[in-house]
């Protein structure tokens, strides 16, 4: 008697992989009826599967371009060219995007590519006729590259690159497995998210917790958990994540399979 309702925007029928869709579908209808709801406290979390890319958005307030981008929304409105030049964004080319970002053991490293054959986002040109590259967003854990529509390139002298496109990160060092293990604290493995916010300005969020696994280091089976509220700064969450060695394509998102983020409240 219960149902879910599956959405998955692809470019190629090969790409919609319709049985993992319902195989994961089936795994998150069985945990529900046992899910309890999650104590309010500090935890680790490892976001994976559809909570780091398949959450639904809504933007809270000014900017443009973190449109469907969920975590990662907040930090391609940053890099506006036309807020930078106003002032209006705490991104800048060759600065940290976060404190300690840039000193991280492995710092991040962002694309924008718009050329990825068949990737949701790809277009031979944008929306000023202007031809889309690929351009680093972030290098290292410094902000690197900035959107340029016709007029913002000719303004810095510079060439147009398309805005903000599909997403290529680096990868991590660590397997999934690894990022699982519990440290010294409650870890939630998070693999659905109910809703996520984003404030472009500011970079801050609130989701809650659609389905997770609670796991308490005992060794024991992981417990199905929901509700409960995250806060935060999503761009110092990425800036500061231990990412995934494994590798996935979804869709805008081509990188890290999970990503570990420690020292997070939940209320």
């Known amino acids: ?7 998955r925007q692809v470019r190629r029928a090969r790409d919609l992989d319709v049985s993992a869709l319902v195989t994961a579908a089936a795994a998150r209808l069985a945990a529900r009826p046992r899910a309890i709801a999650v104590p309010g406290g500090v935890y680790d979390l490892v976001i994976r599967d559809r909570a780091l890319t398949g959450a639904r958005t809504t933007r809270l307030a000014w900017g443009a371009g973190d449109e469907g981008l969920g975590w990662f929304g907040p930090l391609a409105a940053q890099a506006s060219a036309a807020t930078e030049r106003a002032g209006l964004t705490r991104y800048h080319p060759g600065q940290a995007i976060a404190w300690g970002s840039a000193d991280e053991d492995t710092p991040l490293t962002v694309w924008s590519d718009g050329t990825l054959p068949f990737a949701e986002r790809s277009a ?13 967003l972030v290098t290292d854990g410094r902000a690197a590259g900035l959107a340029l529509d016709v007029r913002e390139a000719a303004l810095r002298d510079a060439l147009p690159n ?4 599909n997403l290529v990160v680096g990868a991590g060092t660590e397997t999934t497995t690894a990022l699982l293990a519990p440290q010294g604290r409650p870890l939630l493995e998070v693999v659905d998210l109910g809703w996520l916010e984003t404030d472009a300005r500011t970079g801050r969020f609130v989701a809650e917790l659609g389905l997770g696994y609670l796991h308490d280091g005992s060794g024991g089976a992981a417990v199905p958990v929901m509700a409960g509220t995250l806060r935060g700064d999503a761009i110092a969450l990425l800036a500061g994540a231990r990412r995934a060695s494994e590798l996935v394509d979804e869709g805008w998102y081509r990188g890290p399979a999970a990503w570990r983020f420690d020292d997070v409240v939940i209320g």
């Open 124 to 136: 031979p040109i944008g929306d000023w006729g202007e031809p889309v590259r690929r351009f680093a």
């Open 1 to 7: 008697g219960r149902a879910v309702q599956l959405a």
């Open 162 to 165: 398309g805005g903000v496109r």
